[in-house]
């Protein structure tokens, strides 16, 4: 069983930046694309950005793209998201999830954490 512990949550005003850890249990961490995803309160949970194992392949959203960078050290079973020039609509719980394959559906990522918020005020 995998588990994905995010930290590095807070608030922070507009324009500032954040960066989000999410810690893995398993050692074969290694072996997983790592993806970040997102849920405002009353909408779905969306994609944000992932990588693949070793880090030769990431996405993005649109939204978020030039703004946040994905990054994982296998060393130590950690994936990263730093978020710069943030903006109130980036306020939401964000969520650190495993899966196979460097994809935005949800559905193909099989481990979640349980989130941290993050809230950008104007």
């Known amino acids: 069983q995998v588990q994905l512990v995010e930290s590095g949550g807070g608030l922070v005003q507009a324009g500032g930046s954040l960066r989000l850890s999410c810690a893995a249990s398993?050692?074969?961490?290694?072996?997983?694309?790592m993806g970040w995803f997102r849920q405002a309160p009353g909408e779905e949970r969306v994609f944000v950005a992932a990588?693949?194992?070793?880090?030769?392949?990431?996405d993005y959203a649109d939204s978020v793209k030039g703004r946040f960078t994905i990054s994982r050290d296998d060393a130590k079973d950690t994936v990263y998201l730093q978020m710069n020039s943030l903006k109130p609509e980036d306020s939401a719980v964000y969520y650190c999830?495993?899966?196979?394959?460097?994809?935005?559906?949800?559905?193909?990522?099989?481990?979640w954490g349980q989130g941290t918020q993050v809230t950008v005020s104007s």
């Open positions: 999830a495993a899966g196979q394959r460097v994809v935005r559906d949800r559905a193909a990522y099989v481990y």
């Open positions: 398993r050692r074969t961490f290694n072996s997983d694309t």
């Open positions: 990588v693949s194992r070793r880090g030769s392949t990431t």
